[in-house]
């Protein structure tokens, strides 16, 4: 790693190991009669957060590079069925640090935000959509983006100008984002589209190609 990067790590590792030293509860529950594990919970979100940023998207592929470049900051990563396994029971806690981290940076009470949405197919075929567990969650649609019809849900991501993830007050939009139950649902948050006037549409020109 460059230098600037292992300050970020050093820096992220230190952060979250205090934060979960603060607060106990929110640490990740080892089976009982379990044997300790060898690398920390912080160290994990610290080596999660920095696959992430180097754009390792295969896990196995990720640990050859992190046991090549990185061992002497985790000379205890574990096997990828194990990296995979705790990251799945920290799911939660890498939550709750998300949200905490944010808060503690500049940028946490921005209060214009981006969204945009993928779709996720989940089936095909009428028998697949009726004994799916979506069943009455996911609905069809149509992906303009992508040119074809779907049915499945849509995921969507707020996040800020710069990139962090969280919830909003405002949130700039395409003309995707209408309908009647869509708009009884977000009534609390405002919206900033191109097909509707309202204040902050100076916001669109520079930032929806962001989105």
């Known amino acids: 790693m460059d230098t600037d990067l292992d300050t970020l790590a050093t820096a992220l590792y230190v952060t979250c190991d205090d934060l979960l030293k603060a607060h106990p509860e929110r640490v990740a529950p080892t089976p009982a009669g379990g044997f300790t594990p060898r690398i920390t919970d912080a160290e994990m979100v610290t080596v999660a957060v920095l696959q992430a940023i180097l754009g390792h998207t295969s896990e196995r592929r990720w640990l050859r590079y992190a046991r090549t470049h990185l061992r002497t900051m985790f000379p205890t990563l574990p096997c990828q069925s194990g990296y995979n396994k705790r990251l799945r029971a920290l799911a939660p806690t890498m939550a709750w640090l998300t949200h905490t981290l ?84 977000i009534a609390d948050i405002t919206l900033i589209r191109p097909t509707q006037p309202c204040p902050g549409r100076r916001f669109l020109t520079p930032l929806r190609q962001i989105i």
Request: hydrophobic share 35%; aromatic share 12%; charged share 20%.
């Open 102 to 185: 944010a808060a503690m940076t500049g940028v946490g009470d921005d209060t214009v935000w981006l969204a945009d949405s993928t779709p996720v197919e989940c089936g095909r075929s009428r028998e697949t959509t009726l004994r799916s567990d979506l069943a009455g969650w996911a609905e069809y649609g149509y992906c303009a983006s992508h040119s074809r019809f779907f049915w499945g849900p849509r995921l969507h991501l707020p996040a800020t100008v710069h990139g962090l993830p969280t919830m909003p007050i405002a949130i700039i939009v395409d003309q995707g984002y209408y309908s009647r139950a869509f708009e009884t649902k």
